[in-house]
């Protein structure tokens, strides 16, 4: 899930905990991100992609307070979404037992020894709800979903239709 905005959300402006972010972004909070993001655009005068998996939890909230914003969303089948989530709470966590990622609860062991698979699901679920929810605030002009595996094999290809869409015109073949 990618918001193209000019700096990460966290923690300046959604809190510490990466796991969560507020119900409500708070007004000051929303009036720096909004001063920040025109200065850089004033600056740079250039896009700023931001890949932030707590920006989901606000995402509603974002798109409005820093219009124009466009939201891209990579949207991935489930079940490698999972198995991703698995291999990340060993790989970095190193147990499959412990929390990872965005909305992810401690696996309480239990009689089933695969308990941790259906914390992973209702973590994957419990995301999605809320993603359908705050798409359903988002203009839909601001907002573009892309296949994950459409991404993989013509990235540069969606790069340049992201862009086309945002500005209407095609992205100079040496700037992809």
Not at 15 to 32: M, N, S, T, V, W
Not at 50 to 57: A, D, Q, T
Not at 86 to 109: C, F, H, N, Y
Not at 123 to 134: G, S, T
């Amino acid at each position: 899930f990618f918001l193209l905005l000019s700096r990460p959300m966290a923690p300046r402006w959604l809190g510490e905990y990466r796991y969560a972010a507020p119900e409500l972004i708070a007004p000051h909070a929303l009036k720096e991100m909004r001063d920040f993001f025109n200065a850089w655009h004033v600056a740079f005068q250039k896009p700023f992609i931001n890949k932030n998996n707590r920006n989901v939890l606000c995402v509603a909230q974002l798109a409005s307070a820093l219009s124009p914003a466009y939201v891209v969303e990579i949207r991935r089948d489930p079940v490698f979404v999972a198995q991703s989530l698995l291999q990340s709470r060993l790989a970095v966590q190193g147990s499959k037992q412990i929390a990872w990622g965005l909305g992810s609860l401690e696996s309480t062991p239990n009689n089933d020894d695969l308990h941790y698979v259906d914390d992973v699901c209702e973590q994957i679920y419990r995301v999605d709800l809320e993603l359908d929810k705050a798409k359903s605030l988002i203009n839909p002009e601001q907002y573009i979903q892309i296949e994950y595996e459409q991404f993989c094999e013509q990235p540069d290809q969606l790069v340049q239709d992201v862009h086309n869409r945002i500005w209407g015109e095609d992205l100079p073949g040496d700037q992809l």
